[in-house]
């Protein structure tokens, strides 16, 4: 599927995708869901493939940035100025803030992780639904948005990321059955 470019799509597309995960997930054994990632043949440069060490990291990291959108659209809605990224991050220093989610989380169980992202994706689409199709994916609607549209936001931070995880979700799968 294409980039969602409407509201239908994004809506769709990020439910969809996150069906597919919990598929997997609900497809893998227990002994598989709560094994640690073992991805050190893998030569991949991004930081995330060293940082996230099994399924709750995964599941936390996309819960964290769920609160990311909806955080910012919350006080920018209420006239509070704020960027996407809270300070001190920036879009090259985003990394950093990733790791800080990740050690945030080591006492989260497996289990609150996903009741956590259950919640986080449907506030996530309901927090869509109240907004129109060019509310979403016209660009310049919202000041705070700059030059992009909410709608690239929530896609980014629903289907998109959801792609994400799992691919790294089934590269687990892989890498604990070889």
């Known amino acids: 599927m294409p980039r969602p470019a409407t509201k239908q799509d994004l809506i769709q597309a990020a439910n969809e995708n996150f069906e597919k995960i919990w ?3 609900d497809s893998m054994p227990i002994e598989v869901q709560n094994a640690e990632f073992n991805f ?3 030569k991949k440069a ?9 399924l709750r990291d995964v599941l936390v990291h996309l819960y964290e940035w769920h609160q990311l959108s909806l955080r910012w659209v919350a006080a920018n809605q209420e006239g509070e100025e704020r960027s996407f990224l809270p300070e001190p991050y920036t879009w090259k220093t985003y ?6 989610f990740w ?6 169980s497996y289990d609150e992780a996903k009741k956590m ?3 986080s994706h449907q506030q996530v689409l309901s927090l ?4 129109t199709n060019d509310e979403l994916f016209a660009k310049k609607v919202f000041k705070w948005t700059g030059s992009s549209s909410l709608g690239s936001y929530l896609v980014s931070n629903t289907s998109s990321h959801y792609d994400w995880a799992l691919k ?3 590269m687990h799968v892989k890498t604990y059955m070889e």
């Open 23 to 25: 598929k997997l997930i």
């Open 40 to 42: 050190s043949n893998i």
């Open 46 to 54: 991004e930081a995330h493939w060293q940082r996230d060490k099994n």
């Open 95 to 100: 990394g950093q803030m990733n790791v800080m």
């Open 103 to 108: 050690e945030k989380h080591q006492k989260t």
């Open 117 to 119: 992202l259950l919640a």
């Open 128 to 131: 869509a639904e109240t907004f």
């Open 168 to 170: 790294k979700i089934k």
